[in-house]
């Protein structure tokens, strides 16, 4: 809830991106493998107890649609 409240705040103000936007930089940077980065996401799921929430889902999807 955090990254939502930071985004509505500062709309149109500057960039702002969901605190996930890690692993996919990991992934871009070949630190984390897609897998990798997906068990993680994962296990964030599991521990900030999202279920299904934006950030999980539009996060994952990003993951799984980038390119090996």
Do not use: P
């Not at 991106?17 to 890690?22: R, V, Y």
């Not at 296990?43 to 993951?63: A, G």
């Amino acid at each position: 809830t955090d990254d939502l409240k930071l985004q509505r705040h500062c709309s149109g103000k500057t960039i702002t991106d969901f605190s996930t936007i890690f692993l996919l930089i990991f992934v871009d940077s070949g630190l984390f493998s897609k897998t990798e980065a997906l068990d993680k996401l994962e296990h964030l799921r599991i521990v900030r107890n999202w279920q299904d929430n934006i950030m999980y889902l539009s996060t994952k999807e990003i993951i799984e649609n980038i390119e090996d």
